[in-house]
Every structure is written in C-alpha cells, then in structure tokens.
C-alpha cells in the first residue's frame, strides 16, 4: 500500500510564504509523475500543478491561478516533493493534496491524506 | 482552458437504485477523462481513467463511458458506502480541469 504523507500546512498572513511537503516513505516518487491538487472549504477539487517525473527532467505545469507565486520542486535524495507558496492570498486557503499518477501516466492512481493551508490575517 | 459541466450538482437516491452522473467538456478530449470519489473529510479516490477503465480495487458496480465531449459514471446499484461527491476531471490539456461535483445523497 502506498502511503502519500503530505504535511507543512499552517495559518500564515496574506503576503507570506509557506512549503508544503509531500514524502512517500517506501515508494519512489522519482518514477511518477506528481500533482498538487487543492481544495478550498466547501468548494470543488482544482488542480495547482504538476511535476513530471526524472525521465522527463522533472518539468513543471502550473494553474494560472498560482502561476508565478507557486514553485513545485523536487529532492530525489529525501524521496520528496515540495510546494513552495509565495504571496499567498485568502483565496489559496484550501486542503492541499499531493497525487501520484499511476504506471499508465494517465491519472491518478495514489493520494495523500491532505494539509490544511488557511490565509488569514 | 477546457472547462468541464457535470450535471447534476446533486442527487439523492435510495440503497438498490441505478446513478448516472454526466460530464462534459467545453471541447473534445478524446477518452483523457477520469472520475474520482470523494467522502466529507477525506481525500478523493480514483474511480475511472481514460473515460472507462477502472482503477485497480475499485469495484465492477462503477463503470464509464464516453469519448469526445460527452462522458458518464454509472453506478449499478447504489451502496450506503457509495454516498459521497463525484467529480470528474479532464486529462487531454493543461491546465488539468475539474467538473464542479456531484453530491450523491440518501433520499
């Protein structure tokens, strides 16, 4: 069973920075192709961004939304992503949920359990 | 972007009764449509990808259909553990794009 553990989540001002991480102990991360996908209270799912995996150079995707203030990244010696929020608005308070795709590359076969982002002053 | 419409919002059914829930995408995608479940308070779950192809666990009683624009999730016999939020999502272009949901609810 593949465990996504995704943590970092706090309170923080409008205008701060906050790095969620996401760690798959017993799964190597470097292989797949890993999403964050969040979800504000109440609301639907929205998607934030991907990172590719190592064979396609760890490239990323972003949503309009957080292009430019949000950076995904990657540390393949501590088997992890990161998702590093800058300018942060009321409007990214949300559940934050890292995704691995599945072999096929498609969709997603695996989830965290989620980190709760709240921007309040 | 590609924006995708699930009809209904929401639901309500009984224990035993047939659930079809409907997306559709603003412009063609192919069969790069998945569906997920999602429970209050918990994290979603993958149902469908490549508009019907179950993911790995996930029981016989869903199943999905549709290519282009026009896609569906069935569920053949609803269960109390099947009362939850629906969502689909499309695959084919960035930015990934999400259908708005679908509550299923006990009537």
């Known amino acids: 069973e593949v465990h996504l553990v995704e943590s970092g989540g706090d309170l923080v001002q409008p205008g701060g920075s906050l790095r969620l991480s996401c760690a798959a102990p017993?799964?190597?991360?470097?292989?797949?192709?890993l999403d964050w996908v969040r979800q504000a209270p109440g609301k639907g799912l929205e998607w934030v961004g991907r990172?590719?995996?190592?064979?396609?150079?760890?490239?990323?995707e972003y949503a309009v939304s957080v292009k430019g203030r949000f950076t995904i990244s990657r540390d393949e010696s501590k088997n992890s992503l990161y998702l590093q929020m800058n300018s942060l608005t009321t409007e990214d308070t949300a559940v934050y949920y890292c995704?691995?795709?599945?072999?096929?590359?498609?969709?997603?076969?695996?989830w965290g359990q989620g980190t709760r982002v709240t921007v309040s002053s | 972007d590609i924006q995708m419409t699930q009809s209904p919002s929401s639901l309500s059914a009984s224990v035993g009764d047939r659930v079809t829930i409907t997306c559709r995408a603003s412009?063609?995608?192919?069969?790069?449509l998945a569906w997920f479940q999602q429970k209050p308070g918990k994290a979603p779950k993958s149902l469908i990808y490549?508009?019907?192809t179950l993911q790995s666990g996930v029981p016989s009683k869903f199943s999905g259909s549709g290519s282009g624009t026009d896609f569906t999730l069935t569920i053949s016999s609803l269960q109390p553990e099947d009362f939850a939020t629906y969502y689909c999502?499309?695959?084919?272009?960035?930015?990934?794009?999400f259908g708005g949901g679908t509550k299923v609810e006990i009537q």
């Open positions: 995704a691995s795709l599945g072999s096929s590359g498609y969709s997603y076969a695996y």
């Open positions: 017993g799964f190597t991360l470097s292989d797949r192709h």
């Open positions: 990172s590719r995996n190592r064979a396609n150079g760890y490239t990323t």
């Open positions: 412009q063609g995608i192919s069969s790069s």
């Open positions: 490549g508009a019907s």
């Open positions: 999502q499309q695959y084919k272009s960035y930015p990934l794009t």
